[in-house]
């Protein structure tokens, strides 16, 4: 079957740098993303890899290793506004459709 | 224009009531889709349009019908709702269908059903 996993809450301080785990077992593999929503807003596109290695924008850097089935979202410098939940998604076949397969979420808390 | 629209923010309705939700995308983009959100939940894919055609209806109950008049606008008609069907509902749209990793995401419809 479909899954991916990741922690369900994590807190950090204001000024630190946390790392959000992901791992997925999916068929058809194409790529990771990363997606950060507010409560009561709209998922936002954070990054995406599709290949291994360390992508970098600005103060968030996402990681992919295909061969683990893992990837990790970076940010450093935590900012009160970065308190949110972020999701992982995968690109891979679902009942022979290709389609975003999410992740259930991190909750990310930020104390000052 | 870098943005999707969604109508209304908010919506309330009886079990018998019709009513439609409305999304607009003015970037070119070819896919577009529905997605049914809960408190605490990832997204969950309702449908999915390539080029104007509906290409994925991921069971989703007849009282949910989706519409895409052209190129930029998607409706999601709403008929004999149930509480349960309580929830975010998010429009998105990508370039193109093999593009999901660049969707773009509306604000999304708060949707309460009485």
């Known amino acids: 079957g479909q899954s991916l996993e990741q922690p369900s809450e994590v807190t950090a301080v204001e000024g630190a740098i946390v790392q959000i785990n992901c791992t997925y077992q999916?068929?058809?593999?194409?790529?990771l993303s990363w997606y950060q929503q507010h409560d009561g807003g709209a998922p936002t596109f954070l990054s995406y890899?599709?290949l291994d290695g360390l992508e970098e924008t600005g103060r968030f850097s996402s990681f992919l290793s295909r061969s683990d089935s893992y990837g990790y979202l970076l940010l450093q410098e935590l900012q009160m506004k970065d308190s949110a939940s972020y999701f992982c998604a995968v690109e891979g076949l679902m009942d022979s459709n290709y389609q975003l397969i999410w992740g259930a979420g991190t909750k990310l808390i930020i104390k000052p | 224009d870098t943005e999707v629209t969604q109508t209304p923010k908010h919506l309330v309705m009886g079990m018998t009531n019709k009513k439609s939700l409305k999304c607009e995308q003015h970037?070119?983009?070819?896919?577009m889709y529905w997605y049914k959100q809960k408190a605490k939940k990832p997204p969950e894919l309702m449908f999915v349009?390539?080029?104007?055609?509906?290409?994925i209806n991921e069971s989703v109950p007849s009282r949910f019908s989706p519409e895409c008049p052209n190129s930029s606008l998607l409706n999601l008609h709403l008929h004999a709702l149930q509480p349960e069907d309580s929830a975010l509902y998010l429009c998105?749209?990508?370039?193109?269908?093999?593009?999901?990793?660049?969707?773009?995401f509306g604000p999304g419809t708060r949707l309460t059903v009485l």
């Open positions: 999916t068929s058809g593999f194409y790529g």
């Open positions: 998105a749209s990508s370039p193109t269908p093999d593009r999901l990793n660049e969707q773009f």
């Open positions: 890899n599709a």
């Open positions: 349009y390539s080029y104007e055609k509906l290409s």
């Open positions: 970037m070119g983009h070819r896919a």
